[in-house]
């Protein structure tokens, strides 16, 4: 093997076990949950592990140091649950209510803009029909029989004032 590709190889395997071992020093606090899996973290357990299952703390600290705590939480008088980082499954609940309620919020917008846009067109025609009321074009309307019938001047008025009345609602 030529010297320059032995130097990059072993150079990538010493990052590659640099990069692993950082990732262990993060997990400072090693312990078996209910399942009797190994659960690394950063954070210190919940209060709900017992003191032996917990396998490493931070600084090889004993872990009859987390005792104290653990056992006031069963006791009640700690407010450990309350310090406690949420769980896998709360995480997921809490994502899963912002995400419905953002969808709803979304669909309610929408509905919000469905509406206006229907208001805003109605509006429209209401303003384009006033102007062909005031500008006394004839107007034919079709009459119970089939029959096609023009408005007369009172129908016209009457036309007029319901009109008005409509784009009061458009201001």
Known sequence: MHPIRLKSVVAGILMAGS?????????????????????????????????????????????????????????GSGTDKAKAPPTLAEKNAEFIKRRTEQAEQEKKD???RRVAGEKAK??????????????????????????RVFLDDAQRAQEQRDTSNALKACE
């Open 110 to 112: 929408a509905e919000q």
């Open 19 to 75: 990069w692993a071992l950082a990732g262990l020093a993060c997990a400072q606090y090693i312990w078996l949950d209910d399942g009797g899996r190994k659960q690394y973290s950063d954070m210190p357990p919940p209060a709900s592990v017992p003191a032996s299952r917990i396998l490493n703390t931070p600084r090889a600290a004993p872990p009859a140091a987390q005792a104290p705590a653990a056992s006031q939480a069963e006791n």
């Open 122 to 147: 109605s509006c429209e025609r209401a303003r384009q029909y006033q102007k062909t009321l005031a500008a006394g074009i004839p107007i034919a309307t079709t009459n119970q029989n089939g029959e």
